[in-house]
Structure formats: C-alpha cells, structure tokens
C-alpha cells in the first residue's frame, strides 16, 4: 500500500495558505474519489482516508500536529500500516520553485520546510519521495518567507488553481501506479500553462 501524505497547517484559518497546498491536494484528489468530510479517519495524529485505484490501494493523510511536528504523525503511520519508504509519497510547498511548477525528488535536503526536517528526523532518513510544489518567494524583499507561505495564495493563483491541483493529482495518480523514477521523468518538466 502507498501513503500520500500532505503537508499543512489544521483549521479554517489556514486553509488557503501557501504552507497548505499539500492538504488542498488531498482534499481535491479524496473529492474527485467520491469522499465526503466525515469519511476522513482520525489516526496517529491525523486524519486519513483509504481509496483504491485499480488493483493499487493507498492512504491519504492529513497530519493535525501542525506542520513543525509532521513526523510525529508520519511515522507512527508507517509503522502501523507497515509502509516501505519507496511507498511514502509527501506533498509539501516549495518556495524554491514558481507557482504552477512541481518537482518530484528524493534524498534532499528539508531547506527550510519545517515539516521536512520533522519527518526526517523521526524517519532517520531523507530517502523517501517528496512531491515539491511551488508556491514562489515574496517579490516584496522586506517579507520574510515565513510569513509568505503563511498568507492566502493571490487572487490569481487561486484562479489557477484548479488547474494546479488536477495536474497533482495526476501526479500523485502516476506515483501510486508506476513509483518514483517514472512520475519524476513524466512530471518534472511539466509547468501550468497560466495562459488566458
């Protein structure tokens, strides 16, 4: 079985946020499966959601410790589902990529994502896959980064992202049935066309 987790911040006032786009991922990609709120699942510290794919089962979670102490639910998850690290699939922002772009990697360092560097620490690895999505920088040079992925995507991004998030799904389609290597091949050279 695949988990997918999605990193974010619990509660409505951070539900649009930059730091959030790996929980509205999963949001978009359980509703396009048909679930509904209530089928969400708490468990080791986050909320989950099971569906298949064809003959492909996977885990969807949400971790609810907030995003500095995402390991604290990740793990437990592993551990319990008894998940190998080439079926770990985390969804995170990436504010070293623009918006509309996303990157598939492994074995890199968390730069700066704090929920990064909690599930490597209590993975003990850096081996395992992460979905990069890029929410850009602040052109605004007096604001920090901290408080930029902390804000509400724009009014035009949120115009994308629908778009944005069909293409992650897609993503994440193509890791629960073909894995890594062949996702990162197909989708690290894809960018949304923001194009009227």
Do not use: C
Request: overall charge neutral.
């Amino acid at each position: 079985m695949k988990l997918i987790v999605g990193l974010g911040n619990p509660g409505a006032k951070y539900a649009l946020t930059r730091h959030n786009v790996g929980f509205m991922a999963l949001d978009a990609f359980a509703h396009g499966a048909g679930a509904s709120e209530n089928q969400w699942k708490k468990e080791h510290k986050a909320l989950t959601f099971k569906a298949r794919m064809g003959s492909e089962a996977f885990l969807l979670a949400k971790p609810q410790t907030f995003m500095n102490l995402s390991g604290e639910s990740v793990a437990p998850l592993m551990k319990y589902y008894d998940i190998a690290l080439e079926d770990l699939l985390i969804i995170h922002d990436e504010v070293d990529l623009p918006f509309g772009k996303m990157k598939f990697q492994k074995k890199r360092s968390p730069g700066g994502n704090n929920g990064i560097k909690s599930t490597h620490q209590h993975l003990g690895t850096d081996d395992y896959t992460r979905l990069r999505v890029g929410v850009g920088r602040p052109s605004n040079t007096k604001m920090s980064v901290a408080d930029w992925v902390l804000q509400n995507f724009s009014e035009t991004e949120m115009k994308w992202m629908p778009e944005l998030l069909d293409l992650i799904g897609d993503a994440m389609e193509s890791f629960v049935h073909v894995g890594f290597e062949k996702s990162a091949t197909a989708f690290n050279s894809k960018q949304l066309n923001m194009e009227d």
